[in-house]
Structures are given as structure tokens and as C-alpha cells.
T-cell receptor, first 111, second 119 residues
Framework: GENVEQHPSTLSVQEGDSAVIKCTYS??????FPWYKQELGKGPQLIID?????GEKKDQRIAVTLNKTAKHFSLHITETQPEDSAVYFC??????????FGQGTELSVKP | DTGVSQNPRHKITKRGQNVTFRCDPI?????LYWYRQTLGQGPEFLTY????????KSRLLSDRFSAERPKGSFSTLEIQRTEQGDSAMYLC?????????????????FGPGTRLTVL
């Protein structure tokens, strides 16, 4: 079936530490993996994405890695700041373009 | 602001009433998606349009739900005979897309959502 699993559900780090969120997906045909940040009362905001022909992508403090063989992908945030606190969702693109989302990770960065 | 807009932002209704939500996508985007998000969960796919054609509907979309995109621009989502279980955030997203079923990596941009509360 169409499924994306995300872990952990909550993550608390000290300001300046790194945070890692991991996801697995079910369909080996999935070829696009975005990450969204959602703040309270707002819609999800795209922060980074990766395509299946790439193993890693970095944008300033944020990086995403993809292991197609294992059907795993991860979000890495370095030098975390209090404004990084939010709920983060991974997603995988399935047939037709629809996104299937993980359950979300609530990240808390303590000053 | 040229992002995705949704109206209303909040809707409170009584069980059994009908409600309609509107989504205005980014103007050049030909694909429009509807998702539903309940508290503490990720968005769940409901349906999507390529221009005015509705190409896929989730099993979550019961016969009480109907979506339209009459001219390939804005879209409406109607829920008839609302139930308390319909209470959720309804999200709309848009993207550029290729032919139906064709391969595309284009990003989906989300609107702020419409929060529905059914009493």
C-alpha cells in the first residue's frame, strides 16, 4: 500500500545541537521526497526536497539524504535555533503526483 | 501575495449542514490538490485536478464530498450532511504538472487551510 513512516514523533534538542528525522516509504516507484515545516495554525511550508536521482542535498543548515535501496530518507538540521521549533513532515510522491505524508515530528529547540 | 489562498479560514457548523470551501491556486499552476489534516496527523490526500479534470479521488472522499474546478482555476470542496468526524483542517495545494500520470517533480505549495468544526 501507500505508506510513509516517520520517526521520532517528538524531538527536543538544545539550541546549537543537530536534529535528525527519519522516514521510510513503501513504494519503490516513488521519485520525489519533500519536507515540510508547519507552524501552528498555518499550512505546510516546503523547506527542502530531493529527487530520486540524487543521494544528498543541502541548503544552508538543512540537508536531506536518500537511500533508494533501503527506501529511507532523512532530514538533518544543524546548529538548531529556537525558530526551528515546529512540526516537520516528510512526504513521498506516489502515482499521479499525490503526496503521502508521514505522521509528523514535533521539534522543540530549547534556548 | 501570489500564493495559494483559501476561504474561509475557519468554519463552524452544526451536524447535518452543508459547507463549501474555496481554493485559489497560484495562477500558472495547472494541478490542484485537496488534503485533510486532523490534529496530530500529517495531511491525507483527498483528490486532485489537472486543469478542470478530476483525475483521482481517495477512498477517504465519501459520497458526501464533492470537489469541482469548473474553469481550471479556483476549486471548491463541498461537504454535505456534515458529521462530527469531518472536523479537520482542509488544505489545498497547487503545482505545475505534466500529462495525467506523467512524471513530474514539481513542488506542491500549500495554502493556509480551512479549519472546519462540526458541532
Amino acid at each position: 500500500g501507500e505508506n510513509v513512516e516517520q520517526h521520532p514523533s517528538t524531538l527536543s534538542v538544545q539550541e546549537g545541537d543537530s536534529a535528525v528525522i527519519k522516514c521510510t516509504y513503501s513504494d519503490s516507484a516513488s521519485n520525489y521526497f519533500p519536507w515540510y515545516k508547519q507552524e501552528l495554525g498555518k499550512g505546510p511550508q516546503l523547506i527542502i526536497d530531493i529527487r530520486s536521482n540524487v543521494g544528498e542535498k543541502k541548503d544552508q543548515r538543512i540537508a536531506v539524504t536518500l537511500n533508494k535501496t533501503a527506501k529511507h530518507f532523512s532530514l538533518h538540521i544543524t546548529e538548531t535555533q529556537p525558530e526551528d521549533s515546529a512540526v516537520y513532515f516528510c512526504a513521498a510522491r506516489f502515482v499521479g503526483g499525490k503526496l503521502i505524508f508521514g505522521q509528523g515530528t514535533e521539534l522543540s529547540v530549547k534556548p | 501575495d501570489t500564493g495559494v489562498s483559501q476561504n474561509p479560514r475557519h468554519k463552524i457548523t452544526k451536524r447535518g449542514q452543508n459547507v463549501t470551501f474555496r481554493c485559489d491556486p497560484i495562477s500558472e499552476h495547472n494541478r490542484l490538490y485537496w488534503y485533510r489534516q486532523t490534529l496530530g496527523q500529517g495531511p491525507e490526500f483527498l483528490t486532485y485536478f489537472q486543469n478542470e479534470a478530476q483525475l483521482e479521488k481517495s477512498r477517504l472522499l465519501s459520497d458526501r464530498f464533492s470537489a469541482e474546478r469548473p474553469k481550471g482555476s479556483f476549486s471548491t470542496l463541498e461537504i454535505q450532511r456534515t458529521e462530527q468526524g469531518d472536523s479537520a483542517m482542509y488544505l489545498c495545494a497547487s503545482s505545475l504538472g505534466g500529462l495525467a500520470g506523467g512524471d513530474t517533480y514539481n513542488e506542491q505549495f500549500f495554502g493556509p487551510g480551512t479549519r472546519l468544526t462540526v458541532l
